[in-house]
Every structure is written in C-alpha cells, then in structure tokens.
C-alpha cells in the first residue's frame, strides 16, 4: 500500500485504512522478524534531534536496525540554535543528501511540517516541541489493537495532567476516529483537557466524561492510559503534593479495575505508577515499548518502499 | 450634509468602520499614490450611523484579503465612467498566507522572518489557526 502522505508530521495525516495497514504489516513483521530482516539493506535513517530523547531515538534506531538498514545522524546539536529555530532547513537539504528517510525531534512546533517542505526523502516527526508527537499515538494504538483486539467498543480511562502534553490530545483524538469507544478523563480540576479539545470531541460525536476520582472512575475501563503529573505545572509546591498522590497507580488502585485492564504510559515514568504494578499482568507499558519498535519499523518501512508487497 | 466629489474611474472603499479610514490610507500607502483621493471620515450611513469612506481615481487593484481582515464590513464599488460596474463586499478569508505572523512563541514560524505559515480560519470564527503548530491567532490580537 502507498501512503497518501509522503512524509508523517501529524497523527491525523494518516487515515483508519492506513492505520489499519501499517498494524497489520507491524503484526506480521514481529511474527516473521526473519523475513525483513535485510527489506533496508542499503537504505539510511537520518535521525535529527535537535533536542535530546534517548527513548524515542533508540526506538528508532532499533526499528531501522531491525529492517537490515543503517542509522545516522546527532542527537546533540547546539541547543541555542534549535531554539531559534536557526539551521533546521540548512541541517534537512543536507541531511536529505545522506540519508533515504529522515526523523526530527525539534523543540519548536511545526518543525517537522517545516522541515518537510524543504525535505526530498520522508521526513517522520519524532517530537515537535509540546505539538505533536505521531509514532507515540501510533505505538498507543498499536499496543491497544495488539493486546485488546480492536480499537473499537471500548472504554478507555485517561489520568494524570490531561491538559498539557499534547501527545495525550493527540492519542485521545485517534482513539475518538474509532466506533462506539467511551473516554473517562481523570485529573485535578486544575489540568482538565483544553477547552478546544472537548469542543473537537464534542463536535466528533465521541462519548466522554470529566472526573476527579481515579478509584471509583475506572471500575469499567478496559485501558488505563497514565500521564505524568509534572511539578512545574503548578503554582506551589503545597498544591501539588497534595494532588499528586491522589492519581498515582499502585495495587491499591488496580484492585478497583477489571481483571484484563490495560494499563498504559508513555514512559518515562516519574511516580505516576508504583513499581509495585510492573508484576501485575496488567502493566502493558513495557510491552507498549517494545510494539513501538514494530508499528516504527512498518511505518518506515511503508514511507521507504510502499508496504510489504516489495520486500 | 457635506458634498463629496465623485470620482470617474476607480474604486470607492466604502462602511469603513469609522476610525479605519485612516488606517486604511496609510497601510495601503495612498500618500505615495499620484492620483486624486479623498478620505472621508464619519460620514452619515444608512446602515451603521457613521462610516469612513476612501475613493481613489484610476486605480482598482485593491488586496481583498488584506482588507477583509482589516474591517470585514466594508464593501468596495469599482467604478468607470462614473457608473458602478461592480460591487464587492469583503469577508474574513479562509485562508491566510504572508499577511499575518504566528502569536504562539514556541511556533517554528515565530521570530523567523523567511517562514510564513498559512492560516485557515477557525470555526468558531473567532482566529486563524496556523498551519505550523496549529494554535488559533485570535483576530483581536491580529494587528495590521
Ligand atoms: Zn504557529
């Protein structure tokens, strides 16, 4: 399958069908890693990280690996400069020489988009400041489609800060595409989702509602998706020790939720979840990071060769 | 009432908001223009009480947009041979390019002067989202 989107800047730019697609070709490359293991040979992923992601590069990178290809790039650049924005098309019309796809993890918003009008190979958003974030939608959805069966009829449970951290908006906008799905949003009042984003899920029809209890608000959920609460967000310390604690996931609040609840974070996890879940079955975030070395290696895969048919 | 001259060929920019003839004169630089103008401000309107008007002789190639974001209200008559030939009344674009800048300053678009994003107006009719990092630019704080 070819893409319609040349380049992936935006979680919406692909659509259900795609989605659909790269799932699949993500399943069966995890099935028979064997068979793809050499479809990049020859073939070179830039990554540009203008700003430090360990996690998200190392996935990529893997990813990559994993297709037979080859990796290039920096993750340490001037960090003055990218906040500028100062070099990015300069860096992208010279990288694009070098590689034959390329991955950007920018601090300013739209960078991607940006980078990919100067771009003549694939440009994959790694990150674009608090923007947009679209291989971690994808690995969320991936994860969820791979451990629940389907993205549809379901209730999903979203805690933490729902109000910064784009990344969620964008996971809870995806998920909202899909038949018959029910959104519990748990956080302190304070960090409710944004005013636009309850307009936009009003207006798609999607079923939600605002709670502050975390205990009694995920009895039916069939995903826990887990945020960080961060410090800096707010205005005193008091504040947030006081809140903090009443969304932290441990067994106490697991004991509440169904038996086959899936319980999601994007990592990296400050104290949001207990160590103590990592036994539980339930905890599905380390395997989410691993789905997302799959869901990355179709996607890149697709947007280098359109899909398995040429592997 | 006061009798304005009429102009042969040309355009009459006219329910100006009052108050936005002014602006109107010197954002499109009429000082410079070696043609007849008259700027007329608080005149009597039917419809809103005062408006300002701006005519210019031998002159049509007005930029809509521009003005459509500057004063939606006004609607601009063409004129030749001191007839109407046509009559335009300017709404707020749908999209934007190169006029506006982005007021988000975490926008990849913000402080650079070669990147111009394209703005798409939002539903609600109240900004222009960007097309780079997608927040809305609210038309009060667009300052043309
Ligand atoms: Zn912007």
Redesign the interface.
């Known amino acids: 399958m070819k893409l319609n989107c040349k380049h992936l800047c935006h979680s919406l730019d692909l659509s259900l069908e795609e989605l659909d697609y790269l799932f699949n070709l993500a399943k069966e490359m995890k099935k028979n890693p064997a068979k793809y293991s050499n479809s990049l040979a020859g073939h070179i992923l830039g990554t540009l990280f203008f700003e430090p992601s360990t996690r998200t590069r190392l996935s990529f990178e893997s990813a990559m690996l994993r297709l037979g290809g080859q990796v290039l790039g920096f993750s340490d650049s001037d960090q003055s400069s990218a906040k500028k924005g100062e070099g990015l098309w300069d860096t992208v019309r010279v990288m694009d020489g070098y590689c034959d796809i390329m991955v950007i993890r920018h601090p300013k918003e739209g960078s991607s988009l940006l980078a990919s009008e100067y771009s003549q190979v694939p440009v994959i958003n790694g990150g674009d400041g608090g923007h947009q974030h679209p291989t971690q939608t994808l690995t969320d959805l991936f994860t969820i489609v791979t451990e629940k069966g389907s993205l549809e009829n379901k209730n999903f449970a979203f805690v933490g800060d729902l109000k910064h951290g784009r990344t969620v908006h964008s996971t809870l906008l995806a998920l909202a595409r899909y038949k018959g799905n029910k959104f519990t949003l748990i956080s302190p009042s304070e960090l409710k989702i944004p005013a636009y984003l309850r307009e936009q899920l009003t207006k798609m029809g999607a079923e939600f509602e605002e709670s502050t209890d975390l205990k009694s608000a995920i009895s039916d959920a069939d995903v826990l998706y887990s945020t960080r609460i961060q410090k800096e967000r707010f205005f005193n310390e008091e504040d947030y020790l006081k809140l903090k604690d009443n969304y932290i996931i441990n067994n106490c609040v697991l004991s509440h939720g169904k038996k086959d609840m899936l319980v999601l974070h994007p990592l990296p996890r400050v104290n949001e979840i207990s160590i103590e879940v990592d036994s539980d079955p339930r905890a599905g975030f380390f395997r989410q990071a691993k789905l997302g070395v799959y869901i990355r290696m179709a996607l890149i895969h697709t947007l280098i060769k359109g899909g398995h048919t040429n592997a | 009432m006061l009798k304005v001259a009429s102009i042969k060929n040309g355009v009459v920019i006219d329910h100006i908001t009052p108050g936005n003839g002014l602006k109107i004169f010197s954002k499109l630089n009429l000082k410079d223009i070696d043609e007849p103008v008259i700027l007329l401000r608080n005149a009597d309107s039917s419809k809103a009480g005062k408006k300002d008007v701006v005519k210019i002789e031998n002159f049509y190639d007005l930029p809509l947009e521009y003005l459509g974001i500057l004063d939606s209200n006004i609607t601009i008559n063409y004129i030749k041979d001191e007839k109407i030939i046509d009559k335009k009344s300017v709404s707020l674009p749908l999209k934007i390019k190169g006029i506006v800048k982005c007021k988000?300053p975490?926008?990849?678009?913000?402080?650079?002067k070669d990147?111009s994003?394209e703005f798409t107006l939002n539903n609600r009719e109240d900004g222009y989202i960007?097309?780079?990092?997608?927040?809305?630019t609210s038309l009060k704080r667009i300052k043309l």
């Open positions: 988000n975490r926008c990849i678009s913000f402080e650079q990147v994003p960007c097309s780079y990092c997608e927040e809305t």
